[in-house]
């Protein structure tokens, strides 16, 4: 019986590999067969097709509809594109360090925001400066992305950047250029790099905030040396912002969050097909501080290794996470080099933080040619923190303390960033031409008289927008009528429009203190660039008020991570 039993296995074995075989040979077979189609089909295009082909068209558009199918972040990068990756990998590139912008209006490129400490700032460049020419090229009706290439270049080389600085409160017609000065600034490229912590500072209750921007290479430097500025001022507990961080590098996190956790701690793992690119991220010095009160501030922007960050602190529990659920990208890339000097930047693994989940949110289908699924809440797993808290994973990083940011309306939305809306900008360079100092951000606040004034600007100017309530009103009423039912409810319909009667003024007023905080930081930024307007903000941020109310309660704090 015993040897029956035995031959069954062998057997059963031997089935085994036979299949493992046929299948290797079966996707090889088609890997061959699909690419000798893929070659012909060109071939035969290449030499049939009613036009000449641009074979750096056809294929590489080619080779992006088959990437496009897997995921969104397995990226070719050919030759000319080698600074978009670099760009990525550093967050540094050559050029002038400033925002730019198209003025649909004018139908120019405008200079939105200089970086502080940047050539384009100090050249003497200035937020609503009209670019007229690049080193003798007229720039008149390019798109953003032209402007854009020629700004930037080799780091050491100048140009010539013609601009048109307009005089503060003219009315302009639509195409026609303002009336304003005319200059010439000599800019010298060099590498910009957007700062890797654009503010920090020490409150006089003893708590520290920093804001990190990304990971990139060598930030966890910055942000170790800002950390013992502030512990060296008395810091007694910390606010680390990521809200809108989208990641980087992933042993930056590690070597973040091992600033917090003693040595020989495992913070995530990397998991993927070939087991030579597997890895384990060990914390591999002693931290600075491991029992200083950390709040995390997270939000639906704040990926990859911001999340790696979070979600080891919360695992760990060495931080409470306060604002909304992260992005929920589990996956780590890597790149590998391509002929003609090109490179492929592909998914490589999953990774997964210390109490063992991904926290990936999207199902990528490669049968549906796309990435479209969420993993539904019911599907995620349970998984337990260092002190037995529970977490789950496949939806991001949920916070401890929920806390959403205030809504933004119709109207603030339309004023603060929609194309065609130019009014704000107008008035912020008005106000900076008749202002040549500013108070300290946090000092800094619109009178009611000076809002009064935009107020006036904004109804005198063409601003329109749309209201959702007159929207979803006028489809209910197709609808009604559709059915059958307006006739009799046609009175509620007509007292209802009326009630909702588009008011600019009205609107205006209602949304007045968001409006002054929004364009508060507009101005502030002008003088102070981001560093001023995220310190303006915290003041009125809902979000680090409740960082800041939790800290002050210790026995809640404890609470909340099982201490």
């Known amino acids: 019986m015993k040897r029956i039993l035995t031959y069954l296995l062998l057997a059963l074995t031997a089935l085994r590999v036979v299949a493992q075989e046929k299948s290797v040979n079966d996707h090889n077979f088609d890997v061959a067969k699909n690419l000798d189609v893929f070659t012909a089909i060109y071939k035969q295009l290449d030499m049939l097709y009613v036009d000449t082909l641009d074979a750096n068209v056809v294929l590489v558009n080619g080779i992006n509809a088959m990437l496009h199918s897997l995921d969104p972040y397995t990226e070719y990068y050919p030759e000319d594109k080698m600074g978009d990756l670099q760009l990525l990998r550093t967050g540094t590139y050559a050029g002038v360090g400033s925002v730019i912008r198209k003025n649909l209006k004018l139908n120019r ?36 992305s032209y402007v854009s290439n020629h700004l930037r270049g080799e780091a050491g080389t100048s140009f010539i950047l013609e601009v048109l600085r307009p005089n503060a409160g003219q009315t302009v017609a639509k195409g026609k250029l303002p009336q304003g000065k005319r200059l010439k600034l000599k800019v010298t490229r060099r590498a910009i790099q957007q700062p890797t912590i654009p503010y920090y500072g ?118 409470v996470i306060i604002g909304t659920r992260t992005y929920g990208k589990g996956l780590v890339q890597m790149t590998t080099e391509l002929p003609y000097n090109g490179q492929l930047k592909l998914t490589t693994n999953k990774y997964y933080i210390p109490s063992g989940r991904c926290i990936q949110a999207i199902n990528y289908h490669h049968d549906r040619g796309g990435y479209v699924e969420h993993v539904p809440d019911s599907l995620t797993k349970v998984f337990y923190t260092l002190g037995g808290r529970e977490v789950r994973d496949g939806g991001g990083i949920k916070p401890d303390i929920e806390v959403k940011p205030d809504s933004m309306t119709n109207i603030v939305g339309y004023l603060m960033y929609a194309d065609s809306a130019e009014v704000v900008n107008d008035y912020v360079v008005d106000y900076v031409a008749t202002h040549p100092t500013l108070p300290q951000p946090r000092d800094f606040h619109l009178s009611d008289q000076e809002f009064d004034a935009f107020k006036q600007r904004v109804l005198q100017s063409t601003f329109t927008y749309d209201r959702s309530t007159s929207t979803y ?44 905080h929004m364009l508060e930081s507009e101005i502030i930024a002008c003088y102070y660039f981001q560093r001023g307007v995220i310190e303006h903000s915290l003041d009125w941020d809902p979000v680090m008020r409740e960082a800041l109310r939790l800290l002050g309660n210790q026995a809640e704090y404890d609470a909340i991570l099982g201490h």
């Open 202 to 319: 020490l409150r006089a209750d003893g708590i520290g905030y920093l804001n990190l921007f990304q990971f990139t290479e060598n930030c966890s430097r910055d942000v170790r040396r800002a950390l013992v500025e502030m512990k060296r001022q008395g810091m007694r507990a910390l606010v680390f912002d990521l809200r809108g961080n989208g990641g980087g590098s992933e042993q930056e996190a590690v070597n973040i969050v091992n600033m917090f956790v003693p040595k020989g701690r495992l913070i995530v793992s990397n998991r993927g097909k070939l087991k030579q690119s597997n890895h384990d991220y060990m914390t591999t010095v002693e931290p600075l501080d491991s029992v200083m009160p950390v709040v995390v501030l997270v939000d639906d922007d704040t990926a990859s290794a911001s999340e790696i960050t979070s979600g080891a602190l919360q695992d760990l529990d060495r931080a």
């Open 473 to 516: 009103l006028d489809n209910l009423e197709k609808l009604a009528r559709f059915e059958g039912y307006y006739d009799d409810a046609r009175e509620e319909f007509e007292q209802l429009r009326r009630k909702l009667k588009h008011d600019t003024a009205r609107d205006l007023d209602y949304n007045r203190q968001t409006l002054k």
């Open 109 to 144: 490129v405008i200079i939105s925001e200089p970086y502080e400490g940047m050539p384009a700032a100090e050249a003497g460049a200035r937020r609503g400066d009209i670019i007229l020419s690049i080193d003798g090229e007229d720039m008149a009706g390019r798109e953003v």
